[in-house]
């Protein structure tokens, strides 16, 4: 079976070294070049891991484009893998290749379809999730399910534990799914439609925190924008703080002052006012330019540096 595999990202990365260890490796990989490596904040080169696995390569920006469809045409292609690719794949592509074409997502479909789930599915506070392979078609993962794995969330889930629950399961369930595709034995589950929910994107600039929202949802954002996302983050002076680590401080009770206020400082960081009169303890962070320690703001929802 001639497979080809499609992604740019670290999932995918996790995915295609999966099938090269299952001796399954596509014979046409097609993905970003690394000096499109901004277009994703999880970007990875599957170039050496393509070449590990005897691919042929292929780089583009639009898997809707003139040189992916005829790279697609010459491999005679039976399946294409979409594993970490943020274009919807059209009639023209979808088309090709014999069989037909298998996409990941990191949600139970038919919930939690579009954009930026790993985020979402923490900042709703869910307490479980799934990883689905579902076969493409014209919507926006709306076709049929081949495999689906349950996934527990927890409490204090983070964007990079979630990722890696995600591309742990995928990097199971692909091999598996190739090998359902080769006997024959492949289901294909439609999706209940009107159970359907709809994430929307998200960009860096969603990651500004409001200082006037409560401990908890403020240390969500933190949680759910992390790593490998750009991050949840305050401003001064035009530049950014990315608040990486922090906690609820069991002292709140102590402090007066209003959100956005540091409180005090401890051995491991900081703290800060949030909008319900509780503190968080800030331990990680990371800034664009070189100062001291945070600043005292009085102004309400200011931002430290």
Not at 47 to 54: E, F, I, N, Q
Not at 121 to 141: K, Q, R
Not at 175 to 202: F, M, W
Not at 297 to 305: D, F, M, N, P, V
Request: charge should be neutral; hydrophobic fraction near 40%.
């Amino acid at each position: 079976m001639r497979i080809a595999f499609v992604g740019a990202v670290e999932g995918s990365a996790i995915a295609l070294d999966a099938l090269v260890r299952a001796r399954m490796a596509p014979g046409l990989v097609i993905t970003l070049a690394p000096e499109a490596a901004s277009r994703h904040s999880d970007f990875v080169d599957l170039t050496p891991l393509a070449k590990a696995g005897g691919s042929e390569i292929v780089y583009a920006t639009n898997v809707n484009g003139p040189a992916v469809i005829e790279a697609l045409r010459r491999f005679q292609t039976d399946l294409v893998l979409v594993i970490g690719w943020s274009q919807i794949c059209g009639d023209m592509f979808r088309s090709i290749a014999r069989i037909g074409n298998i996409g990941f997502h990191p949600s139970p479909l038919p919930r939690m379809r579009g954009r930026a789930v790993i985020p979402w599915t923490i900042l709703l506070g869910e307490e479980s999730t799934a990883a689905s392979l579902f076969w493409l078609d014209g919507g926006v993962d709306s076709g049929p399910i081949l495999l689906q794995e349950p996934i527990a969330v927890a409490v204090d889930e983070t964007a990079r534990t979630l990722y890696v629950k995600q591309t742990d399961a995928l990097a199971r369930m692909l091999p598996e799914a190739v090998k359902l595709v080769q006997s024959g034995k492949a289901q294909r589950i439609d999706q209940d439609h009107n159970r359907a929910t709809y994430c929307a994107k998200r960009t860096p600039d969603d990651g500004l925190i409001d200082w006037r929202e409560s401990a908890e949802t403020i240390l969500r954002l933190v949680r759910a924008a992390g790593e490998p996302y750009p991050g949840a983050f305050t401003t001064c002076g035009g530049s950014r703080l990315v608040v990486e680590v922090a906690a609820p401080f069991p002292d709140s009770h102590r402090y007066i002052g209003i959100p956005g206020q540091v409180q005090c400082y401890t051995a491991e960081g900081f703290t800060v006012r949030c909008g319900d009169g509780k503190c968080i303890h800030i331990t990680r962070w990371r800034q664009d330019q070189a100062a001291g320690k945070p600043r005292v703001h009085s102004k309400l929802g200011a931002s430290i540096s």
